[in-house]
């Protein structure tokens, strides 16, 4: 049997976004499932839009991801070279080919000329298809003109999509189109036919946008006598609103925006995976080795997924989760806030392992931390604006913050100690744990939120605890 072999086939055109990696995974997981080989190549003879620095960034997003490639940049292999601009005798060879066949053609016509030609079409209210002005005696190809495919075997194909079915179009769909451009690149067209076919490819994965074109593509393996891989398109992911496909111009984020904003690779990863494609159960969290072993093309829907950031977050929540504290530990070296930078390790894998359970980001620990390390800035409308807090009166306030004081000042210093203080405080002030810790623990912190608060108290040291609330107090 051949081995399985996919692609994932990028154009250094700018950042890589979540659709460019959903279009790197699928591949990857069916290539790590059937123990074949994952390639990456480079598509870069769109010279016009190429972006210094794409390329490294595209393959830094697959290795941060753990989305390793058998062969290409950085790898080699048996079929490079692995980038298109490099391949230009190979494509030269095929097209000759073509050109032998009689089903290639030098396109001697200027763009106004072409424009006369759709304009001729536009009012005889048809289609403009270039083959019905195919020149009858075209210049023999000197690589300075356009090269078109000469399309003849027109008729209706069809194919099977593992993801979108029994698919067919007609002759409607068939024309010449561009093989090789006047600067002497050739086309997405023919350049990707011609590498899947030189690289063994069994199996090309990629967007619904490319649909429509392969009729055109199953026209040009007729004419140079291949057999076509199987050849899979997947839904679009789109935009939140579910109206269009999630773009660029739309601000679908880079990948590298997200691993900035301390998204795991694990959850990003999961995410994209669950983006149109389920195991048929209700589990929601996948480890890579468990999407290598579920995953399957079949179960792929057909129709597009909405890109929906909130679930990202909190599967990226629940990764974090999952991690051991020396894991996190090492992740999180950049995300410490500046405060941080000299206090104790052993302070500050106590500090992470109490907000490990309320992190969503790893970009979130400045902001659950940072009163950890210094003084908090008085903030009173964390007091006045809280639902709980602002029925207190000052006075009432400043009260029930003298009386916490005194039974803290007294407390043995641990976790266990402080709830007890904090249960008996309850009892002999008539308040409620939301009214009473809330207020207790904004004054130590001057936070939004926090961690359970006799942990807070407990990692935050008696005397830091105690100046906090008599600056509390003096500011009420």
Known sequence: MTALRTRFAPSPTGYIHVGNIRAALFPWLLAKQKNGAFIVRIEDTDQARFVEGATDLILETLSWLGLDWDEGPQKGGNY??????????????????????????????????????????????????????????????????????????????????????????????????????????????????????????????????????????????????????????????????????????????????????????????????????????????????????????????????????QRLLWMNGQWIRRLTLDDLYSRVRAYWPASAKNSDETYKRAVLALVQDRLKTLAELPLMTKYFFEKPIVNLTLITDNKQLKKLTAAESKNLLGEARTALEECEWSAESIQFCLNNLLQTTGQKPGTLFSLIRVATTWAPFSPALHDTLALLGRDRVLARLDTALLAL
């Not at 210049?139 to 003109?145: A, V």
Request: charged share 30%; proline share 7%.
């Open 80 to 309: 490079g070279p692995y980038f298109q601009t490099e391949r230009r005798e190979i494509y030269a060879a095929w097209a000759q080919k073509l050109i032998d066949k009689g089903l290639a053609y030098a396109d001697p016509y200027t763009q106004e000329e072409v424009q006369a030609f759709r304009e001729e079409a536009k009012a005889l209210k048809k289609p403009f298809l270039y083959r019905d002005y195919r020149p009858e005696n075209p210049p023999t190809w000197d690589g300075t003109q356009p090269l078109r495919f000469k399309a003849t075997n027109i008729i209706r194909h069809t194919w099977h999509d593992p993801v979108m079915g029994e698919l067919s179009a007609g002759p409607e769909a068939l024309d010449d189109f561009i093989l090789i451009k006047a600067d002497g690149l050739p086309t997405y067209n023919f350049a990707h036919i011609v590498d899947d076919a030189e690289m063994k490819i069994t199996h090309v994965i990629r967007g619904l946008e490319y649909i429509s074109s392969i009729p055109r593509y199953l026209s040009l393996y007729d004419a140079l006598d291949l057999s076509p891989p199987t050849l899979v398109c997947l839904p679009h992911i789109m935009h939140p609103d579910g109206k269009k496909k999630l773009g660029k111009r739309d601000g679908a984020k880079s990948v590298s925006d997200y691993r900035t904003d301390g998204i795991l690779p694990e959850a990003m990863l999961n995410f994209l995976a669950s983006m149109g494609w389920n195991d048929g159960t209700e589990q929601e969290l996948f480890s890579k080795d468990e999407l290598i072993a579920k995953f399957s093309l079949e179960r792929v829907q057909r129709s597009g997924a909405r890109f929906d950031e």
